[in-house]
């Protein structure tokens, strides 16, 4: 059974860098691709961005100038940035993976549990 | 960037009774790229339909979607005690976007 968990600081000051990580068990990180969620405090689903194993990326254009993801397979883990961060970025983020080996156009089957991140001073 | 709007923002019901849930989108989904799932509080949420009419894995059969093209539906036949949660659609045809959800509550 995949399953996938969020580590990371739950208070990040603004204008700074919050980092997360998600390690997977269960299951290679290779073949997937696999994405970063967040949902802000009694809100929607947004769609951060999502890698490769092989590191290629795609991201939400409403991010992509603060957004890094990146994989680690060694270890079986890829990683969020998200820079110059504001109020705005507090959130339950979510680590996932999207369903078919070699495929970005199949539904996310495999779910972390989500991690809250507070940006404030 | 295809945008998700889905109606009622809450839906009203009781225990045994129909639920119909609609997903409409700004543009044509591809190839039925779109898929539903469950969030319960505190919880991730959980695949429940892909291709917008397979069930996931495990996901009863009083969970069942249609649609194609622009306009989705989610149905649950009979609403069970646990089936009260907000519901979500989302495309994956073309990066990825969600809907704002559907609260579905006990009457």
């Known amino acids: 059974q995949v399953q996938l968990q969020e580590s990371g600081p739950g208070l990040v000051k603004p204008s700074e860098t919050l980092s997360l990580t998600c390690t997977v068990s269960?299951?290679?990180?290779?073949?997937?691709?696999w994405t970063w969620i967040r949902q802000p405090p009694g809100k929607g689903l947004e769609w951060i961005g999502y890698i490769y194993y092989s590191g290629s990326t795609n991201y939400n254009p409403s991010l992509k100038s603060r957004v890094t993801i990146s994989v680690d397979t060694s270890k079986n883990q890829f990683s969020l940035s998200l820079n110059s961060v504001t109020a705005a970025d507090t959130a339950v983020y979510y680590c996932?993976?999207?369903?078919?080996?070699?495929?970005?156009?199949?539904?996310?089957?495999?779910w972390g549990q989500g991690t809250l991140v507070t940006v404030s001073s | 960037e295809i945008v998700l709007t889905q109606s009622p923002g809450t839906l009203s019901l009781s225990p045994g009774e129909r639920a119909t849930l609609s997903c409409r989108a700004s543009?044509?989904?591809?190839?039925?790229?779109l898929a539903w799932y469950q969030q319960k509080p505190g919880q991730a949420p959980r695949l429940l339909i892909y291709?917008?009419?397979s069930r996931a894995t495990g996901i009863p059969d009083r969970f069942s979607g249609s649609g194609s093209g622009t306009d989705f539906t989610l149905t649950i036949s009979r609403l069970e005690p646990e089936d009260f949660a907000v519901y979500y659609c989302q495309q994956y045809g073309s990066s990825l976007t969600f809907g704002g959800g559907t609260k579905v509550e006990i009457k």
């Open positions: 996932a993976r999207v369903s078919q080996r070699y495929s970005n156009t199949s539904p996310l089957d495999y």
């Open positions: 543009q044509s989904i591809s190839s039925s790229y």
């Open positions: 269960g299951g290679s990180i290779n073949y997937y691709f």
């Open positions: 291709g917008a009419s």
